[in-house]
């Protein structure tokens, strides 16, 4: 019997089934061996919420939650936030290795050639009430694109899956942009391609009457946020990205789905879920009360916990580096005080010790994202900004996977036997 292998006894039939086990897994499909009657699918797995099952073989992201070490392309994060620039991070997740500084010049160009958007986009987003969910006009309007690049659909033939990989990048944050302006009423700005990547977003965002002024520290903060949410393997936006992709459909509409899985308040709407939280304790001296109410099940302190680190988080980590810098830059928020107190009671509170929960990457983001001038319903757009290339990497790498097929999980049917309908006017 092989070493990497795996006995199980059926104690329904008493069969015995060896399955390989291969990067420490057994296929799921294996098991469909022990069967009890002829025609019965044999055993099917169940995993609500894939907690214990891996959907796909992956290059790009490695996370040891344990641990806490988060790597893309085998590269960790801590130097990839202090070294690479957002691009350069997107094409080392896109193209599996750092470029040179040929490759990157002409990555950014290529990038910038693309930044402007059809002026029937505006239009488009003109039709959105004055007080829209910026992350709604975002799955929207990145959802619309499919219809203004139907070649889109060409993906069989990777280079055309190339071109629209470099038009999400360049035009989402044009997008992101736009619907910022809207929410404020304010005129569009469009892009500016004398800029870089990360400051023509800003500029798009803040420019008011023709000026911007710049402020690097700001800058270099938002860019590092964005790497650190570049990729993380298969959490549920990218899995929505690879889900919807696995139909092949369009990147644009695949995109539009990992979106609206960000929206969510136990994803990427966490961020914003967290001022909205530190808005409602008020003040430090409701910290203690606030912790209690949550231990008694009275909701979840947002931010913290996560379904892969648990140990920390180690992008939180870095996150919290930045917010001392900008907040050098900006002046202390009263709300951060209240912050760190909630990280202070919790990280010393059995609740929260034993259940392994600590800050994740949204704890501290919202309030560095609320001083740099964003309003707190824009902070998952920024997150979408920042997760892009990762859901396009993703993306391709399924696209490339041929083990891949449509996804279709099976479920277990727990419903009424078969009855008959009744003529409705003899239900009772
Ligand atoms: N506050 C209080 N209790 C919590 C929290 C929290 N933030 N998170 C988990 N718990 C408790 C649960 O009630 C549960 O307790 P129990 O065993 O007594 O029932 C236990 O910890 C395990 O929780 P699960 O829900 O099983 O953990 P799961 O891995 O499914 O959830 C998640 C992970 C969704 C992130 C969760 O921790 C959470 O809701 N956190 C708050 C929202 C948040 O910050 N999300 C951002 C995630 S990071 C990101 O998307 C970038």
Redesign the pocket.
Known sequence: MPDNSLTIVDNRTGREVTVPIVDGTIRATDLRELSVTDGDGGLLSYDP?FLNTANCRSAITYIDGDAGILRYRGYPIEQLAEQATFLETAYLLLEGELPTAAQLRAWEDEVRLHTYVHTNVTKFLEGFRYDAHPMGMLLGAVGALSTFYPDAKNIADPGNRRLQRVRLLAKVPTIAALAFRHSRGLPYVYPRNDLDYIGNFVNMTFEIGGRHEPNPVLQRALEILLIL?AD?EQ??STSAVRGVGSSHVDPFSAVSAGIAALYG????G?NE??LRMLDEIGETGNVPAFIEE??G?GG????????VYKSY?PRATLVKRIADEVFEQTGLNPKLEIALELERIALEDE??VS?K?YP????YSGLIYQAMGYPTDYFTVL?ALGRLPGWIAQWDEMLNDAEQKIARPRQVYVGAAERDVVPIADRG
């Open positions: 919420a949410h993380h959490n549920c308040p136990l994803h990427g966490a879920a967290v949550v231990k099940g979840r302190l947002m931010g913290f916990g996560h379904r988080d609740y929260f259940r929960l994740n990457v949204d704890f997150f």
